[in-house]
Nanobody, 113 residues
């Protein structure tokens, strides 16, 4: 059974930092990444990291967020720096195992101005 367990969300002031973690189990995962969804908005890609290490970022987070993964632990991280109020959203971990996407339960990130 595939499980994605997220941690690291919370409340932070603008300009602060948070680090999200997502531990995946139950499959072999190729692409892993983070999406977010703010109230009234569609879920959007924040960052993704492919099995070979290549990364992809939304333009809105380039230079501020860094995605990384520990393949031995099947864990993906999102280091978020210089946070802005518009980064407030529920952040979801995503992992692709044998072509099938899986989702975490979501973790709330709130950035106060």
């Amino acid at each position: 059974q595939v499980q994605l367990v997220e941690s690291g969300g919370g409340l932070v002031q603008a300009g602060g930092s948070l680090r999200l973690s997502c531990a995946a189990s139950g499959s072999i995962f190729s692409t892993m990444g983070w999406y977010r969804q703010a109230p009234g908005n569609q879920r959007e890609l924040v960052a993704a990291i492919f099995s070979g290490g290549r990364t992809n970022y939304a333009d809105s987070v380039k230079g501020r967020f860094t995605i990384s993964r520990d393949n031995a632990k099947n864990t993906v991280y999102l280091q978020m720096n210089s946070l802005k109020p518009e980064d407030t959203a529920v952040y979801y971990c995503n992992a692709v195992g044998y072509g099938r996407p899986y989702w975490g339960q979501g973790t709330q990130v709130t950035v106060s101005s």
